[in-house]
């Protein structure tokens, strides 16, 4: 598996990054156990990076793989203030078991340029956890091109996340070729990206190899975070990005998962507002889903005051 540094961060960290998204509760529910077997798989493969949040609630999947071993850790907290943000960072450090968080990333997947005003505090917390070791790089994760450019003139930031893929799906504030524009800046900066959602939450599976090819070769992404929630995905996966042949056809969850609303919907329209993608719709009353725009995130799901969004 290849490996090179991020930015400047001086973290070497492997091309293909775990998500963790997909194995906790938001998506499959996977037991910790077992997302602790494929994560675990996953670093005998080589890979030697992973990717959470604090909303995955994934931490206790990933904790007893990585105890004790040379992997490079992000994750994320959407917390607004300062307050929230100290206690995301503490959260981390406890659950992961982890003194130190490599990269730690403001959450931000739908919001624009006015996420660094409206979140200061919580910046603010995160500059002075890298300020006293508990943090190693600060950064953010991001649907919006307006941030990615926004990153490339700030000097506090290290790391960006960005989502990418080949038909921009989940893509805010421009086209795919603007995003991948704005990373290429961000990393002439001196930036470390890495890029989420380039098989697009699951939509493009079936177009895996090619899906991949274009977010790796895009120039400034260092690695790309891909969710695994399977054993078979670990090697699959890592096949692929070392250039092996694939041992199989991908098995994992996502494939052929979709977004269900449930009939009980009350049409409250929250989580049309939560969607970073503009999939979600009221129509009649009720929520709907347009599966071509759906990147399968379930960011909407734990805004739905009646429990009636589930990937599945
Ligand atoms: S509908 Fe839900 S799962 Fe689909 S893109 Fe929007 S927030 Fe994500
Ligand atoms: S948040 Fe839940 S109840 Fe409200 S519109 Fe969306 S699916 Fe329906």
């Known amino acids: 598996m290849h490996k090179s540094v991020l930015g400047r961060t001086g973290l070497c960290v492997s091309e293909l990054c ?3 998204l997909p194995m906790g509760p938001l998506q499959l529910g996977l037991a910790p156990a077992d997302g602790a077997r494929v994560t675990a798989r996953a670093l005998e493969l080589g890979v030697n990076f992973v990717d959470t949040a604090q909303g995955y609630r994934t931490y ?3 904790a007893p793989a990585i105890r004790g071993r040379e992997v490079i850790v992000a994750t994320k907290s959407a917390a607004a203030d300062y307050p929230g943000m100290r206690g995301a960072v503490e959260e981390a450090r406890r659950q992961l078991d982890r003194e ?5 990333h403001l959450h931000a997947a739908r919001e624009g340029e006015e996420v660094f005003h409206k979140r200061a505090g919580a910046l603010d917390c995160l500059l002075e956890a890298r300020a006293s070791g508990k943090v ?3 950064g953010i994760a991001t649907h919006s091109v307006a941030v990615v450019r926004a990153v490339a003139g700030r000097a506090d930031l290290d790391v960006v996340f960005p989502i990418i893929n080949t038909r921009g799906l989940g893509i805010l504030h421009g086209t795919r070729d603007e995003m991948a524009d704005a990373i290429a800046v961000a990393a002439r900066a001196g930036k470390g990206v890495y890029a989420m959602k380039a098989l697009g939450g699951g939509n493009l599976v079936s177009e895996l190899e090619n899906s991949l090819a274009y977010v790796r070769q895009l120039p400034g992404v260092t690695a790309v975070a891909v969710g695994m ?3 078979d995905e670990a090697e699959e996966l890592a096949a692929v990005f070392a250039g092996r042949p694939r041992p199989a056809r991908l098995t994992g969850a996502l494939q052929g998962k979709r977004l269900l609303v449930a009939g009980f919907c009350i049409g409250c329209g929250r989580c049309v507002d939560e969607c970073p993608a503009g999939a979600l719709s009221l129509q009649d009353g009720k929520c709907r889903v347009d599966p071509d725009r759906c990147i399968l995130c379930a960011y909407c799901a734990p805004y739905c005051p009646e429990f ?3 990937v599945v």
């Open 18 to 20: 775990l998500g963790a």
């Open 60 to 62: 206790a999947h990933l």
């Open 100 to 104: 130190v968080i490599d990269i730690f």
């Open 136 to 138: 190693r790089a600060v």
């Open 229 to 231: 929630v399977s054993v």
């Open 308 to 310: 009636a969004i589930r």
